[in-house]
């Protein structure tokens, strides 16, 4: 598609006079992929919209860094995604563009000087720094702290729009990084709820049913719910989805399924089978997999950390539990097992809050509403620059 710089004005579905050119750069990785299938679907019935989605994946060609010296993630996403918005730009100015997460802006700054941008992110930096070791991460000293945060304030500032996941990363980016709270908008990646729904009729006779669903099984807690489960014999049993939980395959209770791909039949059947979720996380941000069980309408077992406050609340849908404390998990699990009755208005509960706040349908719709209005606010006199100054040897303007 080459894209075109003269759009229809209107922000209504189906009225333009041609459809409105958005790019969308995405990052690629465990809940970022199913972000991606999920803005796609919905992009399908959205008329006005023609678009362009380029997928910035670890290890390929598009995201490779010849430098070894420079081959970490930010370096390769950055550069990446700044190479392939250039192509667009090189055949016509999109009307909007959509970043996810920061880590691919970084690079792109005066891009977004030029063309109405909206970046989005599930966690800042500083954020991700409050939970370094659960994701193997170490920060470095004052200086490169101090730089790090620099690189991600200026990109942030340069976008028109920011959308995060949570209140929690809204609070950082706000607060942290210093972007007008006026421009930050908290919206969920949101879930299919048709497809991920509760059960039809009664649970099938047998012991308490756990479900696990998580990319990095150490951070996810995943240990800590095998051991828990070690200490509740043969009244629960626990279905685990993830890739990297081969070594705990035979344990008593436990059935590993390594190969689920996401949003298909086999997961959600195992959705609708189970009867608690359980994700302790160590560290993590707004993870998809609790807002599937939600929608799932299951009670949620977690921690207390990042934006899972959000997800689930202590006694209303769900059960808060201590990091790295097995046995206390094992109680809460006992307690649930106890009492179908709170698990039911638990489950309840769960699905009321992902009708509300995490339906894909409206949330994917309120990002694409957003890039509408930028669009046409910048067809309507108020330009962002021209698309050729993206390629002058010029000095970039500062932040302040």
Known sequence: MTLNSHR???TGSGTSAEPWGFVFAMEQALGHVVHTANIERVLRGEHDISPIVIRIDRGSKRGSVRNWALANWSVEASLATRR??????????PDAIFIHTQVASLLS???????????????????????ADAYRHRTGNNAVEGAKTW???RALRAASEVVTWSRWARASVVGDYDV???RVHVIPPGVDLHRFRPRDGARDAGPLRLLFVGGDFERKGGRDVVEAVSHLGP??????VSGSAADVMGAPGVRVHGAVAPNSDELHGLYRKADVFVLPSRGDCSPLAVAEALASGLPVIASNVGGLPELVV?????????IGKPRELAEAIRHLAAEPSLRAAMGERSRSLAVAEHDVETNCRAILDLMRRLACSSRAGHPMGNADDEFAPTVDRTDG
């Open 8 to 10: 229809g004005g209107s």
């Open 314 to 322: 202590d006694g209303l849908n769900g059960v808060v539990v201590p």
């Open 151 to 153: 690189i991600n304030r």
């Open 235 to 240: 009244s629960v049993e626990l279905d685990v």
């Open 84 to 93: 392939e918005l250039r192509a667009q730009l090189s055949v016509g100015r």
């Open 109 to 131: 700054r005066r891009i977004m000087r030029c063309v109405p941008t909206v970046v989005s992110l599930d966690a800042t930096p500083l954020n991700f720094d409050t939970m």
């Open 180 to 182: 007008p709270p006026d």
